[in-house]
């Protein structure tokens, strides 16, 4: 990367940010880290980063996905991965949909993420790197479920606690767990 390349860097997690904001800055990127949406607007609006990394889930409930859209409006041709530790193809079909390059689970390294950037959103590669050596698990196939309903409530967990005939604290549970891998 040339130091033209300004990568906005947001996540809330203060050790998973710094060592990652020092990995990409050694690859080539200028870096601002922000730790919220508006702090991360505010960088983005002064900065005008070519490349962001977006954590899913920050503190306060706010989502990464949320930033995606003012971002392409402050840089249409800004390159956006997202990251979770709550990977789901709900979610990730929702970033590729708002403009986002990749969709990335957690833990990542830096190099798949800069590798990430060199995806075209929309450009006929997986946009989640799934494997199908093996179907999905049961507990899996639950978690995609779950978030898929959530996603068609638009995150509104006690109507999606209503469709999927749960008590609304049993989805509050099962949400505040990992995905579950396969």
Same mark, same amino acid.
């Given at each position: 990367m040339d130091m033209e390349s300004r =990568? *906005? =860097?947001v996540d809330d997690d203060e050790v998973f940010g710094a060592v990652m904001a020092r990995a990409l800055a050694r690859r080539g990127f200028m870096v601002n880290w922000a730790r919220e949406g508006a702090q991360a607007l505010q960088l983005a609006r002064q900065h005008h980063p070519t490349h962001a990394v977006l954590d899913l889930r920050l503190l306060e409930g706010e989502s990464? *996905?949320?930033l995606i859209e003012p971002l392409r409006e402050i840089n249409p041709s800004i390159r956006i991965v997202v990251l979770t530790g709550y990977a789901s193809i709900a979610t990730a079909i929702d970033a590729i949909k708002l403009g986002a390059a990749y969709y990335l689970p957690k833990p990542v390294d830096a190099d798949a993420i800069v590798r990430a950037f060199g995806h075209a959103p929309g450009g006929g590669e997986t946009a989640v790197p799934v494997t199908e050596?093996?179907? *999905?698990?049961? %507990? %899996?196939l639950e978690w995609e479920h779950i978030q898929r309903v959530l996603a068609e409530h638009g995150g509104n967990i006690s109507a999606a606690a209503r469709s999927l005939n749960m008590h609304r604290r049993t989805l509050q549970r099962k949400l505040g767990k990992r995905a579950v891998n396969r």
């Open positions: =990568l *906005l =860097l990464g *996905l949320d050596a093996e179907p *999905l698990s049961v %507990r %899996r």
